[in-house]
T-cell receptor
Framework: QVQLQESGPGLVKPSETLSLTCAVS?????????WGWLRQPPGKGLEWIGS???????YYNPSLKSRVTISVDTSKNQFSLKLSSVTAADTAIYYC??????????????????WGQGTLITVSS | DVQMTQSPSSLSASVGDRVTITCQAS??????LNWYQQKPGKAPKLLIY???SLEKGVPSRFSGSGSGTEFTFTIRSLQPEDIATYYC????????FGQGTKLEIK
Protein backbone atom coordinates (compact mmCIF):
# COMPACT_ATOMS: atom_id res chain seq x y z
CA GLN A 1 0.00 0.00 0.00
CA VAL A 2 1.48 3.31 -1.09
CA GLN A 3 1.83 5.89 1.67
CA LEU A 4 3.14 9.44 1.49
CA GLN A 5 4.30 11.69 4.32
CA GLU A 6 5.14 15.37 4.06
CA SER A 7 7.73 17.03 6.28
CA GLY A 8 8.71 20.65 6.59
CA PRO A 9 9.31 23.60 8.91
CA GLY A 10 5.74 24.70 9.66
CA LEU A 11 6.64 28.41 9.75
CA VAL A 12 8.41 30.36 7.03
CA LYS A 13 9.24 34.06 7.00
CA PRO A 14 8.05 36.29 4.16
CA SER A 15 10.47 36.50 1.21
CA GLU A 16 12.18 33.26 2.24
CA THR A 17 12.05 29.86 0.54
CA LEU A 18 9.62 27.17 1.63
CA SER A 19 11.11 23.66 1.49
CA LEU A 20 9.11 20.45 1.87
CA THR A 21 9.91 16.79 1.41
CA CYS A 22 7.56 13.90 0.69
CA ALA A 23 8.70 10.44 1.77
CA VAL A 24 7.09 7.59 -0.14
CA SER A 25 6.70 4.09 1.31
CA UNK A 26 5.21 0.94 -0.17
CA UNK A 27 6.28 1.82 -3.71
CA UNK A 28 9.59 2.64 -5.36
CA UNK A 29 9.40 6.03 -7.07
CA UNK A 30 11.83 4.69 -9.70
CA UNK A 31 9.17 2.15 -10.75
CA UNK A 32 7.01 4.78 -12.39
CA UNK A 33 4.19 7.32 -12.06
CA UNK A 34 4.46 11.01 -11.54
CA TRP A 35 4.49 12.54 -8.06
CA GLY A 36 2.78 15.82 -7.32
CA TRP A 37 2.44 18.71 -4.92
CA LEU A 38 -0.85 20.47 -4.22
CA ARG A 39 -1.97 22.99 -1.65
CA GLN A 40 -5.08 24.23 0.10
CA PRO A 41 -5.26 27.63 1.82
CA PRO A 42 -7.19 27.38 5.12
CA GLY A 43 -10.89 27.03 4.41
CA LYS A 44 -10.40 27.25 0.65
CA GLY A 45 -10.11 25.01 -2.39
CA LEU A 46 -7.32 22.94 -3.90
CA GLU A 47 -4.53 24.12 -6.20
CA TRP A 48 -2.08 21.98 -8.15
CA ILE A 49 1.52 23.19 -7.80
CA GLY A 50 3.46 20.79 -9.98
CA SER A 51 4.46 17.20 -10.72
CA UNK A 52 7.63 15.22 -11.42
CA UNK A 53 8.48 11.71 -12.57
CA UNK A 54 11.29 9.41 -11.42
CA UNK A 55 13.68 10.66 -14.10
CA UNK A 56 13.15 14.32 -13.21
CA UNK A 57 10.70 15.31 -15.93
CA UNK A 58 8.58 18.00 -14.31
CA TYR A 59 5.87 20.50 -15.07
CA TYR A 60 4.42 23.30 -13.02
CA ASN A 61 1.34 25.43 -12.58
CA PRO A 62 2.05 28.48 -14.78
CA SER A 63 0.86 30.80 -12.00
CA LEU A 64 3.64 29.52 -9.71
CA LYS A 65 6.24 28.40 -12.23
CA SER A 66 8.69 31.26 -11.66
CA ARG A 67 8.95 30.39 -7.95
CA VAL A 68 8.67 26.59 -7.90
CA THR A 69 11.25 23.83 -8.08
CA ILE A 70 10.32 20.17 -7.65
CA SER A 71 13.05 17.54 -7.49
CA VAL A 72 13.24 13.80 -6.91
CA ASP A 73 15.70 11.60 -5.02
CA THR A 74 15.12 7.97 -5.97
CA SER A 75 17.86 6.74 -3.60
CA LYS A 76 15.85 8.08 -0.65
CA ASN A 77 12.50 7.37 -2.32
CA GLN A 78 11.35 10.93 -1.83
CA PHE A 79 10.60 14.09 -3.74
CA SER A 80 10.79 17.70 -2.71
CA LEU A 81 9.23 21.11 -3.22
CA LYS A 82 10.88 24.51 -3.03
CA LEU A 83 8.79 27.67 -3.29
CA SER A 84 10.74 30.90 -3.25
CA SER A 85 9.85 34.46 -2.24
CA VAL A 86 6.87 33.38 -0.16
CA THR A 87 4.17 35.76 1.06
CA ALA A 88 1.16 35.37 3.34
CA ALA A 89 -0.79 34.19 0.28
CA ASP A 90 1.32 31.02 0.31
CA THR A 91 -0.01 30.02 3.73
CA ALA A 92 -1.72 26.69 3.13
CA ILE A 93 -1.85 23.00 3.85
CA TYR A 94 0.61 21.43 1.44
CA TYR A 95 -0.08 17.92 0.20
CA CYS A 96 2.02 15.49 -1.77
CA UNK A 97 0.31 12.83 -3.85
CA UNK A 98 0.95 10.10 -6.35
CA UNK A 99 0.03 11.47 -9.76
CA UNK A 100 -1.26 8.66 -11.96
CA UNK A 101 -1.11 9.29 -15.69
CA UNK A 102 -1.93 6.25 -17.81
CA UNK A 103 -3.76 5.23 -20.95
CA UNK A 104 -5.90 2.11 -20.80
CA UNK A 105 -7.69 0.91 -23.95
CA UNK A 106 -7.44 4.38 -25.42
CA UNK A 107 -8.80 6.11 -22.31
CA UNK A 108 -6.57 8.63 -20.56
CA UNK A 109 -6.54 8.25 -16.79
CA UNK A 110 -5.05 11.11 -14.84
CA UNK A 111 -5.59 11.57 -11.12
CA UNK A 112 -3.99 12.31 -7.75
CA UNK A 113 -4.24 9.39 -5.32
CA UNK A 114 -3.26 8.58 -2.66
CA TRP A 115 -2.37 11.81 -0.85
CA GLY A 116 -0.23 12.46 2.18
CA GLN A 117 -1.90 13.74 5.33
CA GLY A 118 -0.81 17.29 4.56
CA THR A 119 1.32 19.78 6.45
CA LEU A 120 0.31 23.31 7.39
CA ILE A 121 2.80 25.94 6.31
CA THR A 122 2.32 29.41 7.73
CA VAL A 123 4.11 32.38 6.23
CA SER A 124 4.61 34.99 8.92
CA SER A 125 7.36 37.10 10.42
CA ASP B 1 -7.06 28.36 -17.83
CA VAL B 2 -10.01 26.03 -17.38
CA GLN B 3 -12.31 27.30 -14.65
CA MET B 4 -14.42 24.76 -12.77
CA THR B 5 -17.62 25.93 -11.09
CA GLN B 6 -19.42 23.69 -8.63
CA SER B 7 -22.94 24.10 -7.32
CA PRO B 8 -24.19 24.30 -4.73
CA SER B 9 -21.33 25.45 -2.52
CA SER B 10 -23.04 23.82 0.45
CA LEU B 11 -25.82 21.33 0.86
CA SER B 12 -27.82 19.93 3.76
CA ALA B 13 -29.60 16.61 3.30
CA SER B 14 -31.09 13.77 5.33
CA VAL B 15 -29.79 10.23 5.64
CA GLY B 16 -31.19 8.21 2.76
CA ASP B 17 -31.63 11.22 0.47
CA ARG B 18 -30.40 11.33 -3.09
CA VAL B 19 -27.77 14.07 -3.37
CA THR B 20 -26.62 15.71 -6.60
CA ILE B 21 -23.71 18.09 -7.16
CA THR B 22 -22.96 19.73 -10.48
CA CYS B 23 -19.67 20.88 -11.95
CA GLN B 24 -19.41 23.17 -14.96
CA ALA B 25 -16.24 23.65 -16.97
CA SER B 26 -15.43 26.92 -18.72
CA UNK B 27 -14.61 24.99 -21.91
CA UNK B 28 -15.13 21.53 -23.38
CA UNK B 29 -13.06 19.04 -21.34
CA UNK B 30 -14.50 15.86 -22.89
CA UNK B 31 -14.69 13.35 -20.00
CA UNK B 32 -11.45 14.47 -18.37
CA LEU B 33 -12.93 14.93 -14.90
CA ASN B 34 -12.40 13.40 -11.48
CA TRP B 35 -14.35 13.68 -8.22
CA TYR B 36 -12.73 13.66 -4.77
CA GLN B 37 -14.08 13.42 -1.24
CA GLN B 38 -12.38 15.34 1.57
CA LYS B 39 -13.50 14.56 5.10
CA PRO B 40 -12.80 17.16 7.81
CA GLY B 41 -9.13 17.32 8.69
CA LYS B 42 -8.21 14.69 6.11
CA ALA B 43 -6.62 14.60 2.67
CA PRO B 44 -8.79 14.27 -0.44
CA LYS B 45 -9.62 10.78 -1.70
CA LEU B 46 -10.38 9.83 -5.29
CA LEU B 47 -13.93 8.57 -5.82
CA ILE B 48 -14.69 8.91 -9.54
CA TYR B 49 -12.31 9.18 -12.51
CA UNK B 50 -12.90 9.71 -16.22
CA UNK B 51 -16.21 11.40 -15.27
CA UNK B 52 -18.10 8.18 -14.54
CA SER B 53 -15.70 5.38 -13.51
CA LEU B 54 -15.86 4.29 -9.89
CA GLU B 55 -12.52 3.92 -8.15
CA LYS B 56 -11.88 0.47 -6.63
CA GLY B 57 -13.29 0.07 -3.15
CA VAL B 58 -15.64 3.06 -3.41
CA PRO B 59 -19.26 2.23 -2.53
CA SER B 60 -21.62 1.90 -5.48
CA ARG B 61 -23.97 4.57 -4.08
CA PHE B 62 -21.52 7.10 -5.55
CA SER B 63 -21.72 7.82 -9.28
CA GLY B 64 -20.72 10.40 -11.85
CA SER B 65 -21.91 11.39 -15.29
CA GLY B 66 -21.50 14.02 -17.96
CA SER B 67 -19.14 15.16 -20.67
CA GLY B 68 -18.14 18.36 -22.40
CA THR B 69 -18.85 21.18 -19.94
CA GLU B 70 -21.56 19.76 -17.65
CA PHE B 71 -20.95 17.06 -15.06
CA THR B 72 -22.96 15.55 -12.22
CA PHE B 73 -21.94 13.71 -9.06
CA THR B 74 -24.61 11.72 -7.25
CA ILE B 75 -24.91 9.94 -3.93
CA ARG B 76 -27.83 7.55 -4.32
CA SER B 77 -28.66 7.17 -0.62
CA LEU B 78 -26.80 9.51 1.73
CA GLN B 79 -25.05 7.88 4.68
CA PRO B 80 -23.71 9.62 7.82
CA GLU B 81 -20.13 8.79 6.81
CA ASP B 82 -20.57 10.75 3.57
CA ILE B 83 -20.26 14.07 5.42
CA ALA B 84 -17.42 15.76 3.58
CA THR B 85 -16.53 18.37 1.00
CA TYR B 86 -16.59 17.14 -2.58
CA TYR B 87 -14.38 18.54 -5.35
CA CYS B 88 -14.38 18.11 -9.10
CA UNK B 89 -11.03 18.33 -10.93
CA UNK B 90 -10.35 18.62 -14.65
CA UNK B 91 -7.31 17.27 -16.44
CA UNK B 92 -7.96 18.40 -20.00
CA UNK B 93 -5.65 21.41 -19.68
CA UNK B 94 -3.23 20.95 -16.81
CA UNK B 95 -5.20 20.63 -13.58
CA UNK B 96 -7.77 22.73 -11.79
CA PHE B 97 -10.37 22.07 -9.12
CA GLY B 98 -13.85 23.32 -8.40
CA GLN B 99 -14.31 25.38 -5.25
CA GLY B 100 -15.93 22.46 -3.41
CA THR B 101 -19.37 21.47 -2.15
CA LYS B 102 -19.72 21.04 1.61
CA LEU B 103 -22.25 18.33 2.43
CA GLU B 104 -23.92 18.27 5.83
CA ILE B 105 -26.53 16.06 7.43
CA LYS B 106 -29.88 17.73 8.11
Amino acid sequence: QVQLQESGPGLVKPSETLSLTCAVSGYAISSGYYWGWLRQPPGKGLEWIGSIDYSGNNYYNPSLKSRVTISVDTSKNQFSLKLSSVTAADTAIYYCARHVITMVRGVINNWFDPWGQGTLITVSS
Amino acid sequence: DVQMTQSPSSLSASVGDRVTITCQASQDISKYLNWYQQKPGKAPKLLIYDASSLEKGVPSRFSGSGSGTEFTFTIRSLQPEDIATYYCQQYDSLYSFGQGTKLEIK
